[in-house]
């Protein structure tokens, strides 16, 4: 076992791989400490990577040592990269961050601008910052000024993208022009792309003092919360995709908890925690579409009827088809069950981890794909033997560097405190470590199921340093106020980049 792990853990020193591996003698905190110690070393390493070849530009090209601009140019893998970088404690990292963002100037791009990515990875990050900063982890930065800039750069930010919602329903548009503060003139936005602002901006008019930015998201998602037309509606509390910008109706009634759906749900319970006062309907919401879910969406394939999938539905017609993305839903039902004390759904959300986990295990890279399918009248005759034997067919075969099955485990640990969670996700690192580190950092592959995971396709995605590196450390780092309580007493929320929030406090905030 220490040979192999040695192997496949290319890059990490003797001295951390033979304390990472398993061993009985090694006493269990000792052992822990060890593996978030090799993921740090990870992050590290993907940091330098990235402030050597493609700081202050988005993304690294770790293969070609390049750099892309698909957040717009503003250094999204260094607002990223900072909440991870505090909770790690590493303040030389966190001092580059800070010292860079009072330099963005926000009103510059040459691209469209996504409301919901710029929301959730540059607002996000920059919020979670300040929170951490302005809390638990003061004193790492020692420049006062640029903790407040985080927050200041943040307003500014949201000041530039703030015309998206003015449309007849309060609905915002996605894709804004921020030069000529005009849209694409798209007549509707999706589901998770309205739904995963309002904790971001909430929590903007919170520590600003200015309700603008929570009315204008609260506004936007309340015509999620009363949807309309019922027909739109097909299962209680599970709703369409798509919304009318004038007005705020539904168009069509499919959906699930894949892409496009996702945080919508998400953040329907994460806003409960951040502050149950405001957002009880929230909680409402959330139990309406997760009693649904567990009544309506369960599904089990054929070949193995242990495993559970959560379906995606075209009006009340299933869909037997699920991704990467989707498998934060066994977190999410964790996070829901904890806080409502509900063991229904802290089984079921164990089990939609255990189905997750199954697309790892099963592929030669012991990574999953970015898209699965257990429709049995479907299958692809070259994978006939691998549905029979795994009980799912792969339908996209690439990984880019995707959180959501390390996330599950995350709350599944937080939530349980057993150590197989521990065990899976430190598998899941030394798989993605193995097969996707490369040259400057890592890189999106091609195909998890070939030798090598197939082609490196040179993209690390900013969420590598957000959200894959921070849960694979938490869940072996010590406990702190900024971990999950597993007994649902948070002091804070994650955003669905996994930065960090502080909830609600009252009035000091
Ligand atoms: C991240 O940007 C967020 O987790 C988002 O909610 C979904 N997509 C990516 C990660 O896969």
Redo the contacts with the bound molecule.
């Keep these: 076992m220490l040979i192999s792990t040695l192997r496949l853990v290319s890059g990490l020193s003797l001295a951390t791989v033979a304390l990472a591996a398993p061993q009985r003698c090694v006493p269990k905190q000792e052992h822990s400490a060890a593996r978030a110690a090799a993921v740090k070393e990870a992050f590290e390493f993907a940091w330098e990577g990235y402030y050597k070849y493609a700081f202050p530009h988005d993304e690294l090209r770790p293969v070609t040592n390049g750099f892309t601009n698909s957040r717009n140019g503003w250094g999204a893998s260094a607002a990223d990269a900072l909440s991870t970088a505090l909770v790690m404690e590493i303040p030389e990292i966190v001092n580059q961050i800070v010292d860079y963002i009072p330099t963005v100037d926000f009103t510059k791009t040459d691209d469209q601008v996504s409301l919901f ?1 710029t929301t ?2 540059y607002l996000g990050g920059m919020i979670s910052g300040y929170d951490l900063l302005k809390g638990p982890l003061a004193g790492l930065v020692p420049d006062n000024k640029n903790i407040e800039s985080l927050l200041a750069q943040s307003k500014n930010l949201a000041d530039q993208m703030k015309f998206a919602f003015d449309t007849p329903s309060g609905v915002p548009a996605n894709n804004l022009n921020l030069a000529a503060q005009t849209t694409d003139g798209g007549d509707t936005n999706g589901i ?1 792309t309205i739904g ?1 602002l309002v904790l971001e901006w909430t929590r903007l008019s919170d520590l600003t003092g200015d309700d603008e930015y929570a009315k204008l998201s609260q506004k936007g998602e309340s015509h999620l919360l009363a949807p309309k037309p019922e027909k739109n509606v097909p299962f209680p509390g599970l709703v369409g995709t798509n919304v009318n910008l004038t007005t705020g109706e539904f168009v069509d009634a499919r959906g699930g908890w894949g ?1 496009g759906d ?2 919508f749900y ?1 953040y329907l319970i994460k806003m409960y925690i951040y502050d149950p006062s405001r957002f009880e309907t929230y909680k409402d919401r959330w139990i309406l579409a997760a009693d649904s879910t567990i009544k309506h969406l369960t599904s089990h394939p054929e070949p193995r009827p242990e495993l559970t999938f959560v379906a995606n539905y075209d009006g009340t017609t299933l869909q037997q088809n699920s991704g ?2 989707t498998c ?1 839903d066994g977190g999410n039902f964790l996070l829901g069950g904890s806080v409502l004390k509900r063991k229904d759904y802290i089984d079921f959300g164990l089990s939609l981890v255990d189905g997750c986990r199954a697309t790892y295990t099963a592929t030669k890279t012991q990574i999953g794909p970015e898209g699965f399918s257990w429709d049995a009248s479907k299958v692809p005759t070259n994978q006939i033997d691998f549905f029979k034997k795994n009980g799912f067919y792969i339908t996209s075969p690439d990984y ?1 560097l ?3 099955v390390i996330e599950s485990y995350y709350y599944a640990y937080r939530m349980t405190g057993d150590q197989k969670y521990q065990e899976w996700a430190w598998d899941a690192f030394v798989a993605i470590n193995a097969t996707t580190r490369v040259g400057s950092g890592f890189s999106s592959i091609s195909d998890v199921n070939a030798e090598g995971g197939g082609q490196k396709t040179d993209f690390q ?1 900013s ?1 590598l340093f957000a ?1 894959v590196l921070k849960y694979a450390y938490l869940i072996h780092a010590e406990d702190n106020v900024w971990q999950v309580d597993g007994k649902g007493k948070n002091a804070f929320v994650f955003n ?3 930065h960090p929030f502080q909830i609600y406090k009252g009035a000091s905030k």
């Design positions: 990515e959730i990875r998770a995963t892409g996702d945080s998400e990467h993305l934060f880019v995707r959180p959501e995605e969420f959200e669905t980049e996994a």
